[in-house]
C-alpha cells in the first residue's frame, strides 16, 4: 500500500482519493483476517484433514458449493464429474474466470501437523485402495475460493460484471479442466474475457505473491515407448533380439533432443521414468516398455521433442535389425497439457495493482526453475483467453531461513508426504490478491447523466 507523504506532491482532493483507496485497502483485509478466524480456518483444517482423490472429490465439491451457494452465487454441481461452477452475475461488464483445484494424492501424510491427514479412499480410476493427502496446497486453493466469494459479495456495490468462481477436479492426473471443457463449460456458462488462477508455493514466502510473464509452468506429455524384441535364451543372444539392449540405446539416444536439437537457452526435459522388461535373469524377452515424462514451455518445442521421440525409436529398431512391422511403437497418452503461457500485458497490469495494495515488497517476479505442469491452460488456450496464473507464499520466513542455513529441516517440496505450509498467511494473501485482481478487471462504471 502506499504509505508516503504525499501532500508535497499532490492536490488536496487527491490526497483525500489515496487516503479514501487505503482506508478500503485496510478494510479489505481487515475482513479477511476476521472471516479467517471465524470460518475459514476451521474450513482449512477440515479440507486438509479430508482429502480426496482425483475423479473422487465429492464431500470435498459438496461442501464447497455449499459455501459458495452461502455467499449468494448461483452454484451448479456436477460439470465434467465432480466440478462446479458457482456464478454472480452483478451488472454489466466482462466475465472473470477464477479456478481452484480441489484433489489430494495417493500419499500417506507424514507432516506431523495436528491436522494430519489420516484418510483412505478407494481411487476411482485404479480401483485400488490409498491413503491421501492434501500434498500441494489444493486445501489453501479452494479455502481462499471461498473467502474471495464472500469478499467479491459483500462488495457489489464496488465492481461490475459477471463473476464465476470454479471448483477443478483432477488437476492432479492432468485431466480435470479437459473433462470441464468436454462437459461444454463455456457454452453452458459463458466464455470468459479474462481467466486467473493461482497456486501455494513452499518455497516462496507466507505472505509474498509471485507473478512472471512468460511461461510460468511447463507443458507436458505422458509417452510410453513399446520396444519389441525377439526371445531367446540367455546363453544364445544371437538367436534373438533383445529388447533390453535396444531400449538402454534408445534411452541414451534420447538425451540428444534437449542437447542438440533445442536450441541452448530453449527449455526443455526428456526424462525416462520406468524401464519394464523380462522375467528372469537367464531368459532375453520379447517386449521392453519404457515410461516417459516430456516437458516443453512452447508448443513449438513440443512439436521438437515429440517428433524427435518417435524418430529416435523407430529408427533406433532399423539399426537394431528389426523389421518393419516390429519397430518400436511411441504412444502419447491422454495426460497431457499444454505449457500454461500468462498473458505479458494482463500480468504487467495485475502487478502494478497487487504492488499498490499490498505493497511492492510483497509482490515479485522469481521465474520458475523447474518444469512443472499444470492443467489449467486447458481453460485458456482453445479458444485463447487472457490469463494470469500467479504464485502466493506458503512458508514462514523463519523456516526459510532456517532451512537455507541449516539449523532447521529443509523445506518439503510438493507431492512429499513432509509437505507442510502456513495456512492463515497463504489463505488470507490467496483471497487478498485474488479480490484486489478482481476488482480491477470488472471495475465499476460511472453512471452516465
Known amino acids: 500500500m502506499i504509505r508516503h507523504n504525499l501532500s508535497r506532491f499532490i492536490s488536496g482532493a487527491t490526497l483525500i482519493s489515496l487516503l479514501s483507496f487505503n482506508a478500503g485497502a485496510d478494510q479489505l483485509l481487515q475482513s479477511i483476517k476476521a472471516d479467517y478466524k471465524e470460518r475459514l480456518g476451521a474450513m482449512f483444517t477440515d479440507f486438509h484433514r479430508n482429502?480426496?482423490?482425483?475423479?473422487?472429490?465429492?464431500?470435498?465439491?459438496?461442501?464447497?458449493a455449499i459455501a459458495l451457494r452461502g455467499s449468494g452465487f448461483e452454484v451448479t454441481e456436477g460439470v465434467g464429474g465432480t466440478g462446479i461452477v458457482a456464478m454472480l452475475k452483478n451488472g454489466s461488464g466482462p466475465l472473470v474466470m477464477l479456478r481452484a483445484d480441489m484433489d489430494g494424492l495417493p500419499l500417506k501424510e507424514k507432516s506431523g501437523l495436528p491436522y494430519a491427514s489420516t484418510a483412505t479412499?478407494?481411487?476411482?480410476?485404479?480401483?485400488?485402495v490409498f491413503p491421501v493427502m492434501h500434498a500441494c496446497g489444493h486445501d489453501v486453493h479452494i479455502t481462499s475460493l471461498i473467502g474471495t466469494a464472500k469478499q467479491m459479495a459483500d462488495r457489489r456495490d464496488s465492481w461490475s460484471g459477471t463473476l464465476m468462481l470454479i471448483g477443478q477436479p483432477a488437476e492432479e492426473r492432468v485431466m480435470g479442466a479437459r473433462i470441464m471443457m468436454q462437459d461444454n463449460l463455456w457454452k453452458r456458462f459463458g466464455q470468459p474475457d479474462y481467466a486467473l488462477a493461482f497456486h501455494v508455493s513452499a518455497g516462496l514466502t507466507a505472505g509474498q505473491v509471485n507473478v512472471q510473464e512468460g511461461a510460468p509452468f511447463a507443458g507436458a506429455d505422458t509417452v510410453d515407448i513399446i520396444v519389441h524384441g525377439v526371445g531367446a535364451h540367455g546363453a544364445s543372444p544371437h538367436a534373438g533380439k533383445d529388447p533390453v539392449l535396444l531400449g538402454s540405446q534408445i534411452v541414451v539416444a534420447l538425451q540428444t533432443l534437449v542437447s542438440r536439437e533445442l536450441p541452448p537457452r530453449?527449455?526443455?526435459?526428456?526424462?525416462?521414468?520406468?524401464?519394464?522388461?523380462g522375467t528372469k535373469h537367464n531368459i532375453i524377452s520379447d517386449r521392453a516398455e519404457l515410461q516417459l515424462t516430456v516437458r516443453n514451455t512452447n508448443l513449438?518445442?513440443?512439436?521438437?521433442l515429440l517428433e524427435?521421440?518417435?524418430?529416435?525409436?523407430?529408427?533406433?529398431?532399423?539399426?537394431?535389425?528389426?523389421?518393419?512391422?516390429?519397430?518400436?511403437?511411441?504412444?502419447?497418452?491422454?495426460?497431457?497439457?499444454?505449457?500454461?503461457?500468462n498473458n505479458d500485458a494482463l500480468v504487467r497490469r495485475l502487478r502494478a495493482v497487487w504492488q499498490a495494495e499490498l505493497g511492492e515488497d510483497k509482490v515479485s517476479n522469481y521465474a520458475s526453475q523447474g518444469m512443472g505442469a499444470e492443467d489449467f491452460p486447458f481453460f485458456t488456450t482453445e479458444p485463447a483467453i487472457p490469463s494470469v496464473y500467479?504464485?502466493?507464499?506458503?512458508?514462514?520466513?523463519?523456516?526459510?531461513?532456517?532451512?537455507?542455513?541449516?539449523?532447521?529441516?529443509?523445506?518439503?517440496?510438493?507431492?512429499?508426504?513432509?509437505?507442510?505450509i502456513e495456512p492463515k498467511p497463504a489463505v488470507t494473501?490467496?483471497?487478498?490478491?485474488?479480490?484486489?485482481?478482481?476488482?480491477?478487471?470488472?471495475?465499476?462504471?460511472?453512471s452516465g447523466k
Not at 269 to 276: L, Q, R
Request: hydrophobic letters at 35%.
Open 51 to 64: 482429502p480426496e482423490l482425483s475423479t473422487g472429490e465429492v464431500r470435498t465439491a459438496k461442501n464447497l
Open 121 to 128: 479412499q478407494l481411487d476411482p480410476i485404479t480401483g485400488k
Open 266 to 277: 530453449e527449455a526443455g526435459v526428456v526424462t525416462v521414468g520406468a524401464f519394464h522388461s
Open 300 to 304: 513449438e518445442t513440443r512439436e521438437t
Open 308 to 341: 524427435g521421440i518417435e524418430r529416435i525409436a523407430s529408427n533406433m529398431g532399423r539399426v537394431a535389425g528389426l523389421p518393419e512391422d516390429k519397430l518400436p511403437e511411441t504412444v502419447v497418452l491422454d495426460e497431457s497439457t499444454p505449457p500454461t503461457i
Open 390 to 420: 500467479f504464485s502466493v507464499g506458503g512458508t514462514s520466513t523463519k523456516d526459510l531461513q532456517a532451512a537455507a542455513n541449516g539449523t532447521g529441516p529443509a523445506i518439503a517440496s510438493h507431492h512429499s508426504p513432509l509437505f507442510k
Open 429 to 446: 494473501s490467496g483471497v487478498h490478491a485474488s479480490v484486489v485482481a478482481l476488482m480491477d478487471l470488472m471495475p465499476l462504471k460511472p
